[in-house]
């Protein structure tokens, strides 16, 4: 008895072509995921860089701190993979003499005793609430969105031919009783005023 063959003659070719495509097809798709997913990551590790050093550039009003050895906290939200980045980043490091501290936060956490306030675009559908929740507060926010400046943000970051920027609005960062060092403003793509 003939074993059965279900590549004989040319609908055999036919098919081992149509399966080889296929396997291609799901590699090539792999590769896009994985080359998507590096981007990002290099994306977020640029972010966690200038989101570690914009403490340095920023002055908090003395009751932002409980005490003069409180650490500097800086929260994430929806975007744990930034976070993560940032704890390397900040790791054992200080910023004006205050140890850093990085805290990934879910929706139902408190932001109290947060410094710096990272929203990732996971939050987008929430921005305008989120904000509207620490309006007041001494603390630094710092966004990702095309349209962060109505709702508040001090900090936007936008990419510009693959190159991670960005905003300063300095009437939401007057509003939260922070100043914004002006060498930060140089170097920032855009620096908005009341009047702008």
């Known amino acids: ?8 003659g040319a609908s055999g070719h036919v098919l081992r072509f149509l399966v080889l495509a ?5 590699g090539l798709a792999s590769a896009g995921e994985c080359f998507a997913q590096a981007d990002a990551q290099a994306e977020y ?6 989101l570690y050093k914009f403490g340095s550039y920023i002055e908090w009003p003395e009751q932002a701190f409980a005490r003069a050895d409180s650490p500097l906290v800086i929260g994430v939200l929806g975007a744990d993979g930034l976070a993560d980045e940032l704890a390397q ?3 054992g490091h200080t910023v004006n003499g205050r140890p850093v501290t990085v805290r990934k936060l879910r929706r139902q956490d408190a932001l109290a005793g947060v410094n710096i306030l990272f ?3 996971a939050e987008s559908s929430r921005l305008a609430d989120i904000l509207a929740g620490v309006r007041g507060q001494p603390l630094l926010v ?3 969105f095309e349209d962060a400046r109505p709702h508040g943000a001090a900090i936007n970051f936008v990419v510009v031919d693959d190159k991670v920027r960005f905003d300063v609005d300095l ?8 100043k914004i060092s002006s060498r930060l403003l140089t170097v920032a793509r855009k620096v908005l005023t009341r009047s702008s």
């Open 1 to 8: 008895m003939k074993p059965l063959s279900t590549t004989t």
């Open 22 to 26: 296929w396997a291609l097809l799901a």
């Open 45 to 50: 590790r640029v972010k966690a860089a200038f």
């Open 89 to 91: 980043i900040a790791g």
């Open 119 to 121: 929203v990732g675009r």
């Open 142 to 144: 710092v966004t990702e």
């Open 171 to 178: 009437e939401s960062a007057d509003q939260s009783g922070i």
